[in-house]
């Protein structure tokens, strides 16, 4: 069965980190790009970040350029995101979407959701 | 980066007629291969998104013919010929053929 799992999100106060977890079952996260997107509550859709490939290609939205990293394990078939320095406006559902067709965003977890509060 | 305007934000429609929605780019999404990588996603309340059309008017398996896709450049439609109670949901374009990839702000489907 294919499938997308994500995993580490928390209720965290600003400033701290937490390193979310993307492992995929049924097929390989390392054909296509994969990519974090997120959601604040009752709001639409964001992009966050991508790696393809080796990481032959990443990049970040504006918003978190300089505090997230994403990174890969192939082995695991699993894709990261470290995040740091965290601010109440992260707090959203994060979503880890593979493409299996360029530029597509076709697959996507169930989301794990990050809360950042005082 | 790439602007997606999606209109209207809300699409009250009565069950079984048309619904369409429009995307706009503020440049084309034409890519350097000449693919244009512009999808539409479909969530519903309480789901992750689900992808209905790639590659501008291609539907995903298992997607109803009644969903379709047209357009070039820096314009397109979703339509959806006949509304069903399912279709209820915010329906979302993205372009995927430049980075960052961005969304329409989303068309929030209901019943009439």
């Known amino acids: 069965e294919v499938q997308l799992v994500e995993s580490g999100g928390d209720l965290v106060q600003p400033g701290r980190s937490l390193r979310l977890s993307c492992t995929a079952s049924?097929?390989?996260?390392?054909?296509?790009?994969t990519h974090w997107v997120r959601q604040a509550p009752g709001k639409g859709l964001e992009w966050v970040s991508g790696i393809i490939g080796n990481s032959e290609r990443i990049d970040y939205a504006d918003s978190v350029k300089g505090r997230f990293t994403i990174s890969r394990d192939n082995a695991k078939n699993s894709v990261y995101l470290q995040m740091n320095s965290l601010r109440p406006e992260d707090t959203a559902l994060y979503y880890c979407?593979?493409?299996?067709?360029?530029?597509?965003?076709?697959?996507w977890g169930q989301g794990t959701l990050v809360t950042v509060s005082s | 980066d790439v602007v997606m305007t999606q209109s209207p934000l809300s699409l009250p429609v009565t069950l079984g007629q048309p619904a369409s929605i429009s995307c706009r780019s503020s440049q084309s999404v034409v890519y350097s291969n000449g693919n244009t990588y512009l999808n539409w996603l479909q969530q519903r309340p309480g789901q992750s998104p689900r992808r209905l059309i790639y590659e501008v008017s291609k539907r995903d398996s298992g997607v109803p013919d009644r969903f379709s896709g047209s357009g070039s450049g820096t314009d397109f439609t979703l339509r959806i010929s006949r509304v069903e109670a399912e279709d209820v949901g915010v329906y979302y374009c993205?372009?995927?053929?430049?980075?960052?990839?961005?969304f329409g702000q989303g068309t929030k489907l209901e019943i009439k």
């Open positions: 993205m372009q995927g053929s430049n980075w960052p990839y961005t």
């Open positions: 049924g097929f390989s996260l390392n054909v296509h790009g």
């Open positions: 979407a593979n493409d299996h067709t360029p530029g597509g965003l076709y697959y």
